[in-house]
């Protein structure tokens, strides 16, 4: 039996920050690809780069930062050596964790990839692809548009983020979706309005992240980082309330705080900064955590994933994705707003159940596309 080389094209090694949540997202569906039917699928990374992402520059990010505040520009100037080494184990972690592609794909030479690489089809996702907003429009690697990934691909845990349809926009939406042979969505949002208006599979899927379990996550992350008992606050976006709380509760439970942010002028606070930490180093920062504070998305995956004490903050244009987990989860009290919540303990036998049901779904559905293609 012949075994079918299978692209993965999603969000991950070229944007403007470096993203723990995009790299293991990736990470985790180039495991399970490969762990899924070895004799017949083998995951290989594209190393592709979207047209509007080709002037991002993570190790200058400055131009390109969405927060244009002097405060922030201020910060993430101080915090431009701890960007620079962090880059640096990214791009390590991209070139020794997975297999990738022989050279760099964009709209230029995509036309090549398929004899250059070998390649039998694509898997694209999961993270925001589908988001018009966040990459200009219908991008072409994303959405399958390129001629040779025409009907030879599927999608896995695709989002649109908080993207809306109107009746214009709706039957362009569906032309480029054609172009999968199943589809498969992160978020609940689109599902049944696709699934009435297309020909093909379509369904919700955990994110690649929930595929795998901590054991699976153990086996790349780094030692302890720290002696010291700590409370993790890793943030996306900075949140004044949600700082404030995890400076209450680490004072309230004795806890060094181990920040994973671009708030340089917090280690003047007591604060150990480490946005120096490479993707091996974040898994253990988390694991070893005794609380876990943050407004990531993928910071509450791993939170679960290592059954953390924590709480997650919603923020400016992550609101869906983090609601809807946390209803996955069923741990919507987990939810935070003002830090005055009060929190709860979470019963993690109960949320491994959940996810667990909802991992088996998501696993019918990739070997069901799979064998499409």
């Avoid at 400076?247 to 480490?274: P, Y």
Wanted: hydrophobic share 35%; charged share 25%; proline share 3%.
């Amino acid at each position: 039996m012949t075994v079918k080389r299978l692209g993965i094209v999603s969000y991950n090694i070229y944007c403007n920050f470096t993203n723990y949540g995009s790299a293991l997202q990736s990470w985790a569906l180039f495991q399970t690809v490969n762990k899924l039917a070895p004799d017949k699928y083998k995951a290989v990374l594209v190393d592709y780069c979207p047209d509007i992402l080709a002037d991002k520059d993570p190790l200058n990010p400055m131009k390109n930062m969405w927060d244009k505040d002097s405060e922030s520009r201020k910060q993430c100037k101080l915090s431009l050596p701890a960007i620079r080494i962090n880059y640096e184990k990214f791009d390590r972690f991209y070139n020794t964790k997975f297999d990738i592609t022989s050279k760099k794909y964009t709209s230029a030479n995509f036309d090549r990839i398929v004899p250059n690489e070998k390649l039998d089809g694509f898997i694209c996702g999961s993270d925001t692809i589908f988001c018009l907003e966040e990459f200009g429009g219908y991008e072409n690697g994303y959405y399958a548009n390129y001629e040779c990934m025409r009907n030879k691909s599927i999608s896995y845990a695709a989002s649109f983020g908080d993207s809306c349809f109107n009746d214009n926009s709706f039957p362009v939406l569906l032309k480029k979706l054609n172009n999968f042979k199943a589809v498969g969505l992160r978020e609940n949002k689109m599902v049944s309005l696709l699934s009435d208006n297309l020909d093909v599979v379509v369904r919700k899927n955990v994110d690649p992240t929930l595929l795998l379990t901590s054991d699976d996550y153990d086996s790349i992350a780094c030692p302890r980082q720290l002696e010291e008992k700590y409370l993790l606050l890793y943030t996306r976006r900075y949140n004044a309330n949600m700082q404030a709380y995890a400076e209450k509760t680490a004072k309230e439970k004795g806890l060094k705080i181990v920040e994973i942010s671009l708030r340089a002028t917090n280690k003047d606070k007591g604060h150990i900064m480490r946005y120096d930490a490479g993707v091996e180093e974040f898994l253990s920062l988390v694991k070893h955590a005794e609380f876990v504070v943050t407004n990531s998305f993928h910071g509450l995956i791993f939170g679960v994933q290592y059954r953390k004490p924590l709480c997650v903050f919603i923020r400016e244009q992550a609101n869906t994705k983090i609601s809807e987990l946390l209803d996955l989860f069923g741990i919507p009290d987990s939810c935070f707003v003002s830090g005055n919540e009060q929190y709860k303990p979470i019963d993690y036998g109960y949320v491994h159940n959940r996810i667990n049901i909802a991992s088996k779904d998501s696993i019918r559905y990739l070997k069901e596309a799979l064998s499409l293609l």
